[in-house]
T-cell receptor
């Protein structure tokens, strides 16, 4: 399997649930990202990992907790979310963090918080 | 702060040429990227301009003017499959990741 794979594709959770989103990249890239995409704020950067070290937390609430156990896997742990957190969560990877290094996105997890 | 401005919607007919503009404000500039996203799909990389001028890749071209903080994506010989959202992007001020404009929805009709 190649590219960036995200699971699950769809997730419905209540405000008191705890769930995790998973991302896996098979491209040998060194950087991984979480972006949130909603109608109000398309493609909003959340977290950046470079060589498994978090290098950016874009003022994201603590109810979102990322984890990068190795350079191929990235998780987003969710707990006590709010309805306004309903959105498409996109994972991406890139060879490095230079501006010209293309991002490769997964197909996203469509999250609905009820 | 940083900002990217692009039109929200553009419409065109098959076979036409369309230009999607992007103006940006950023304290450190490392190039302008363009991404395409079809409805329900993942964003995919189209082009990157680090230097002034026009870069051509098949039917798509991208232009950058660093002095004007401006760039555009030019789509020629439009096809129905080009109907999608197009995002311009620059590196954030920390130099850690791309930030994106709000996107331009292109609708191509027959």
């Amino acid at each position: 399997e190649t590219g960036v794979t995200q699971t699950p594709r769809h997730l419905v959770m209540g405000m008191t649930n705890k769930k995790s989103l998973k991302c896996e990249q098979h491209l040998g890239h060194n950087a991984m990202y979480w972006y949130k995409q909603s109608a109000k704020k398309p493609l909003e950067l959340m977290f950046v990992y470079s060589l498994e070290e978090r290098v950016e937390n874009n003022s994201v609430p603590s109810r979102f907790s990322p984890e990068c156990p190795n350079s191929s896997h990235l998780f987003l742990h969710l707990h006590t979310l709010q309805p306004e957190d309903s959105a498409l969560y996109l994972c991406a990877s890139s060879q490095d963090r230079r501006g010209g290094s293309p991002l490769h996105f997964g197909n996203g997890t469509r999250l609905t918080v009820t | 702060g940083q900002s990217l401005e692009q039109p929200s919607e553009v419409t065109a007919v098959e076979g036409a040429i369309v230009q999607i503009n992007c103006t940006y404000q950023t304290s450190g500039f490392y190039g302008l990227s363009w991404y395409q996203q079809h409805d329900g799909g993942a964003p995919t990389f189209l082009s990157y301009n680090a230097l002034d001028g026009l870069e051509e890749t098949g039917r798509f071209s991208s232009f950058l003017s660093r002095s004007d903080s401006y760039g555009y994506l030019l789509l020629q010989e439009l096809q129905m499959k080009d109907s999608a959202s197009y995002f311009c992007a620059v590196l954030n001020q920390a130099g850690t990741a791309l930030i994106f404009g709000k996107g331009t929805t292109l609708s191509v009709s027959s």
